[in-house]
């Protein structure tokens, strides 16, 4: 199982970014990937997840109605949409595979460690004032 975080970038308050989780070795929907984010001197935080089973999605409370996960299952990949960005969005992104298809809210709020992985090279997001 391999999944690689990629798109990240500097950008403006407001501003959107899309980022792309590629993943193999694994059947697209056979586990929930997950999206998270470590800020400097931060814990790593869950904040989104996706099932491929059903294309069910997850958000956290905080990036509700700014973050969206789509995905492309021709690709194995999943995307995570980023609008009205924050500096306090400043962070590195990784996705990850669940140990099981399932995710949810619950599931984001525990240790990552707990349920994802293993964990890729992240993707930085740094958004300016």
């Known amino acids: 199982v391999q999944l690689q975080a990629s798109g990240g970038g500097l950008v403006q308050a407001g501003g959107s970014l899309r980022l792309s989780c590629a993943a193999s070795?694994?059947?697209?929907?056979?586990?929930?990937i997950g999206w998270f984010r470590q800020a400097p001197g931060k814990e790593r935080e869950g904040v989104a997840c996706?099932?491929?089973?059903?294309?069910?999605?997850h958000y956290i409370d905080s990036v509700k109605g700014r973050f969206t996960i789509s995905s492309d299952s021709a690709k194995n990949t999943v995307y995570l949409q980023i609008d009205s960005l924050k500096p306090e969005d400043t962070a590195t992104y990784y996705c990850?595979?669940?140990?099981?298809?399932?995710?949810?809210?619950?599931?984001?709020?525990?240790?990552?460690?707990?349920?994802?992985?293993?964990w890729g090279q992240g993707t930085l997001v740094t958004v300016s004032s």
């Open positions: 996706f099932m491929g089973n059903d294309g069910s999605t």
């Open positions: 990850a595979t669940g140990s099981t298809y399932y995710c949810s809210v619950y599931v984001l709020l525990q240790p990552p460690r707990w349920n994802f992985g293993p």
């Open positions: 070795g694994f059947t697209f929907g056979e586990y929930a």
